[in-house]
């Protein structure tokens, strides 16, 4: 079922890529992939059910509860369950996922080089997980990379208003993303790459930062907004492990591309550059904590949708034929999709039984 799975998916990737190019209405598009990412979140996800019950929760109490609830969840979702909460939950979040991939689509069209490449990048992993699972993240992402477009433009104001905004609206876990005015060049990448193996070398001698953290913890008011759900996650700590044989790969294969690039990236794509590689310094520094080492690290290592077109351009200087080139960049995307929803999880032994009662 798994093997199922992977090619209809990769089969909806391709035909939304195809369909994408054939500049059909952008309205029809954005519906096209909302829906599809609106029944997996509703039924598929690992976090459908949870959804679906918050969605209900929230849209049977009074707006007057609203501030006391964003304790808890973040206002736009609270805010907006009750304000469609004459929908079924399956049409709430197929227009959630319409709005989340009509925001990043317009980035990816004004950022990236090779928007289609991006595309495909994007489909491979960050649309099922994001649009299909973590969709308060997924939305919250998607406004706050503006703010990120709006740094590499030297606006940091606005990125601060920006990346504010989205966490607090949508996710408070993108708070983290104000540390971004500090890692926007070639050196601070250089500083995260030494930082990677120092705290790599802390792992290998038994050193961890988790209990500073709950120290820190024990010293915040939970009754502040997004510190509640911080020392949830401190307290389902589970030990993870700070690198994998295909993270180790795609780590080197970032620092090809960058040491390749370096000289050629625009500034975005040199901030894109930045967040990818905090995404592994998340990895090893929060090994102690899979929960907060996944989702820190899954918010910057969306930047790699920005530079895997630097991929194809690689393989295109190497082999000097396009469709040799999109051939292993797509080859290279569907590994990526296959260890990503199949061995790490992210389709369970619990959806595939889903998917095959559905099917027969």
């Known amino acids: 079922m798994a093997i199922i799975v992977t090619f209809f998916s990769g089969f909806y990737m391709a035909l939304m890529a195809w369909v994408y190019e054939k500049k059909i209405n952008t309205y029809l598009f954005y519906i096209l992939v909302g829906v ?43 805010f907006s369950s009750k304000v469609f909460s004459f929908l079924p939950a399956l049409v709430f979040f197929c227009l959630y996922a319409v709005v989340s991939f009509a925001v990043k689509l317009t980035l990816i069209e004004k950022a990236s ?39 590499s433009k030297d606006n940091v104001i606005a990125f ?26 070639h050196l601070s990448i250089i500083f995260t790459l030494v930082m990677t193996l120092f705290f790599l070398g802390l792992y290998f001698i038994g050193f961890g930062v988790l209990d500073f953290l709950f ?65 592994f310094l998340f990895l090893v ?31 295109m200087d190497f082999f000097k034929k396009p469709r040799l080139a999109m051939l292993i960049y797509c080859s290279l995307l569907s590994v990526y999709f296959f260890y990503c929803y199949y061995f790490q999880g992210i389709i369970s032994e619990n959806n595939l039984s889903l998917l095959h009662d559905l099917f027969t």
């Open 285 to 315: 520094v929060l090994y102690q904590s899979q929960v907060l080492q996944t989702r820190f690290s899954e918010i910057f290592r969306y930047s790699l949708i920005f530079i895997a077109p630097l991929a194809y351009c690689t393989l």
């Open 113 to 151: 080089r090779y928007p289609l490449l991006s595309l495909l990048c994007y489909f491979a992993f960050f649309f099922l997980y994001m649009d299909g699972t973590v969709v308060r993240l997924s939305l919250g992402i998607a406004v706050a990379y503006w703010g990120v477009y709006l740094l």
């Open 36 to 78: 599809f990412a609106g029944v997996f979140s509703t039924y598929f996800s690992h976090d459908s059910l949870a959804y679906q019950k918050l969605f209900l929760g929230y849209s049977t109490t009074p707006f007057s509860h609203t501030f006391h609830e964003i304790t808890g969840h973040e206002f736009f979702f609270v």
């Open 215 to 279: 120290f820190l913890a024990g010293h915040m008011d939970p009754s502040y907004i997004g510190v509640n759900k911080f020392i949830s996650y401190l307290n389902n700590s589970n030990l993870s492990q700070p690198y994998s044989i295909f993270f180790s790969l795609l780590f080197l294969v970032s620092c090809v591309g960058y040491f390749l690039y370096r000289k050629e990236l625009s500034v975005f794509e040199l901030i894109a550059f930045n967040m990818l590689f905090l995404s």
């Open 160 to 185: 601060l208003v920006v990346v504010v905004f989205s966490s607090v609206f949508f996710h408070y876990s993108l708070m983290v993303l104000l540390i971004m005015p500090f890692f926007r060049s």
